[in-house]
């Protein structure tokens, strides 16, 4: 007989029902007074849709098998080889030799959370580069644990040079600097080069985020002297949400390893996430959170698809779709968003809202009529975009297509009105 643990819900109900003798059924009856939920009864259902938002991203059945196979404990030597793959895995990805390289357990906001938890103490200055709402998010969460923030601020689809840089970098001495290297509520992609020397000269730590663009648009976090680079599993690498591979320089570890005050948040603490990673060089990795082994294997072998690849094919490969995507929306009529081609985030494009027409309404319609997903705007952008995401497996032609469709189609069938 099966273990009552592995028995469905409903099935182990009834077998507890004609189990048990009646005055103790009566007994857990009353004890119980709160009904199983119906929905609970009935099996999980999961539509099939077109995921070609700003993720998560629909991915490919070889991943989402790696999510499927046996649990084993995440303190199993089998578990910590996974680990060390990824670490591996996520080196190329970055381009980064930093032994200080290992993924959250959990999504985006965690490795943002877990970069300025441990490289900021409270009352020291930061500055952060806003230019849609992730700045707007790490201002907050450097603010919450005691940063003295400062920003460069730009409005949607803005960028900032590095002269505009280094001057905010010389007046608030920060001891981080952050960036977003996809701006997904915008659609841009920042260039990078110069600003990691110019960080070095005012003796500050860069913070990347490329929760957008790893994978999608070239980042090279040690020739391009990144201290700090974090990303995201559910974009173009392609993995369910989850996790969040990060990573740190010497210069970063100095700073967090060298703290006079404890990071706010224990479980984001690198003191221990370096231990359970296996990067403190002690001999034995302790128990300090338990890991989301399926979310480990399934980031493994996105990783895993990312190398076979290759890097650069993977960059070629969303540039080209989305050159395709974007000829096909202004051919649709529609305007792009960001207007210079070199600055468009090739994972997620921004389109204009086109004028007399209900952004939702567009939306809603291509949810009912074609089972897609594109998002609108997020935080400042909101309003201002629609933003159609072609990432890892939905990186293709024929899936650029299918998304001009659906937008032809919405455009023709909803009715012009006040947005
Ligand atoms: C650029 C960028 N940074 C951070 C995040 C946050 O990631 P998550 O939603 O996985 O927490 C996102 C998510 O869309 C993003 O696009």
Not at 128 to 150: D, F, L, P, Q, T
Not at 151 to 169: D, M, Q, R, W, Y
Not at 393 to 402: E, L
Request: proline share 7%.
């Amino acid at each position: 007989m099966l273990p009552k643990a592995l028995l469905s819900r409903g099935a182990a109900l009834a077998a507890l029902d004609l189990s048990l003798p009646v005055r103790t059924a009566q007994r857990a009856a009353s004890s119980v007074t709160i009904p199983p939920p119906a929905c609970m009864l009935q099996p999980l259902e999961v539509p099939t849709r077109y995921l070609f938002g700003p993720g998560p991203s629909n991915v490919s059945p070889r991943v989402l098998a790696a999510g499927g196979r046996p649990i084993i404990g995440h303190l199993h030597p089998e578990m910590y080889q996974i680990m060390n793959d990824i670490k591996k895995g996520i080196q190329y990805a970055f381009q980064t030799s930093n032994n200080m390289t290992l993924s959250m357990s959990g999504s985006g906001h965690t490795a943002m959370e877990c970069a300025v938890f441990n490289t900021v103490e409270p009352g020291e200055s930061v500055l952060v580069s806003i230019n849609g709402v992730w700045g707007e998010r790490v201002a907050e969460i450097a603010e919450r644990m005691g940063g003295k923030v400062h920003t460069l601020v730009k409005s949607p689809g803005g960028h900032f040079t590095n002269e505009e840089i280094e001057k905010a970098l010389a007046k608030h001495k920060p001891v981080l600097f952050f960036l977003t290297h996809g701006e997904s509520s915008a659609g841009l992609v920042h260039p990078i080069d110069g600003i990691g020397d110019l960080c070095r000269k005012h003796n500050c730590l860069f913070l990347v985020d490329s929760v957008a663009s790893l994978g999608a648009a070239p980042l090279l976090m040690d020739q391009q002297n990144i201290d700090i680079l974090y990303t995201g599993s559910q974009k173009a690498l392609n993995a369910p949400p989850g996790t969040a591979p990060i990573s740190f320089n010497d210069r970063a570890c100095h700073k967090m390893f060298n703290r006079k005050t404890k990071p706010v948040s224990y479980l984001l603490d690198m003191t221990h996430l370096s231990n359970y990673w296996g990067n403190d060089g002690k001999p034995a990795r302790d128990y300090h959170h338990t890991g989301p082994v399926s979310g480990f294997f399934t980031l493994r072998e996105s990783l895993a698809i990312l190398a076979e690849k290759g890097l650069e094919n993977s960059w070629r490969q969303h540039k080209e779709v989305a050159e395709y995507l974007w000829k096909g929306i202004e051919d649709l009529g529609l305007k792009l968003f960001i207007k210079d081609k070199d600055l468009r985030l090739p994972s997620v494009t921004t389109i204009a809202i086109p004028e007399g027409y209900n952004w939702r309404e567009l939306l809603t319609y291509m949810m009912k009529h074609h089972q897609m997903e594109m998002t609108g705007g997020l935080g400042p952008s909101i309003g201002m975009v629609i933003r159609v995401g072609l990432m890892g497996y939905n990186c293709s032609k024929p899936n650029a297509d299918k998304a001009l469709a659906a937008l032809a189609d919405a455009l023709k069938h909803c009715p012009k009105s006040k947005a």
